[in-house]
Structure formats: structure tokens, C-alpha cells
């Protein structure tokens, strides 16, 4: 891959990265771990009041927090994969098939891992 291209895709990855660590500390806190071990954050219970009321709105936000916090941590993974590929050389290879990932794919999600023939091959199997 083109060195210049490779250098905006870890810059897109970089930026992408901060702003999702970001947005998890806005929906949850994060679980002291290991160093070295992976980024982990728990989903925060809000606190509105006592009532029926508030504790059934708390619930139905925590459930919002927990699949946002979910989704999040799933792209923050699959952010920091492209960021080790790119050291080891491999980025924009597809993990599945080893062809090179089309480089519009990459444009619009530079986390990608596959190719749009096994990504589309993944999910009609589901
Ligand atoms: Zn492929």
C-alpha cells in the first residue's frame, strides 16, 4: 500500500480511537486492568432519584448505555487490530481471504479486516 495513503489511515484510526475512548468515558468507566491488557469499560448505572419513575428510566438509560458502551468497545478492538496491523505490516490485507482490501472500503471504515466479498460472504452465512 501506498506509504502516504497508509500514514491517513493510521491518522483516521488515531483520531477514530480518541474519540471513542471519549465517548466511552461519557457512558461508563473504565475498569482498572492489567497494563498491557485491553481497554475495558463498564456501562455507568445513572442515579436519577427514588421513585417508581425515576428507577424505570434509569433502567431503560442503562440498557442505552450498555449497547452504545458495547458497540463502542467493539469498534475501540477492532481500531486497535488496524493499529497493530499497520506496525506489522499487514494492514489492508483481508484477514479471511489475504487479498488487499479495497482501498474505498478502507476510505470509509479504515478498521476494516476483510475484504466486501468475505464481509458480505460473513453475513449472508449468519
Ligand atoms: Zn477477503
Given amino acids: 500500500m501506498d506509504k502516504q495513503l497508509l500514514k491517513e489511515f493510521k491518522k ?18 473504565q475498569e482498572i486492568s492489567e497494563p498491557g491488557a485491553e481497554i475495558n469499560f463498564n456501562a455507568n448505572f445513572p442515579q436519577y432519584g427514588e421513585s417508581a419513575e425515576d428507577n424505570a428510566v434509569e433502567v431503560a438509560d442503562y440498557a442505552k448505555n450498555l449497547s ?6 467493539k469498534e475501540l478492538r477492532d481500531i486497535e487490530k488496524a493499529l497493530q496491523k499497520i506496525k506489522d505490516g499487514t494492514y489492508g490485507v483481508c484477514s ?28 449472508k452465512g449468519k
Fill in 68 to 73: 452504545v458502551e458495547r458497540e463502542m468497545e
Fill in 96 to 123: 479471511h481471504c489475504g487479498r488487499p482490501i479495497e482501498i474505498e472500503r478502507l476510505k470509509i471504515r479504515p478498521e476494516s479486516g476483510s475484504c466486501v466479498s468475505c464481509k458480505t460472504a460473513i453475513t
Fill in 12 to 29: 483516521q484510526l488515531e483520531d477514530r480511537k480518541e474519540a471513542v475512548i471519549s465517548q466511552l468515558k461519557n457512558i461508563g468507566h
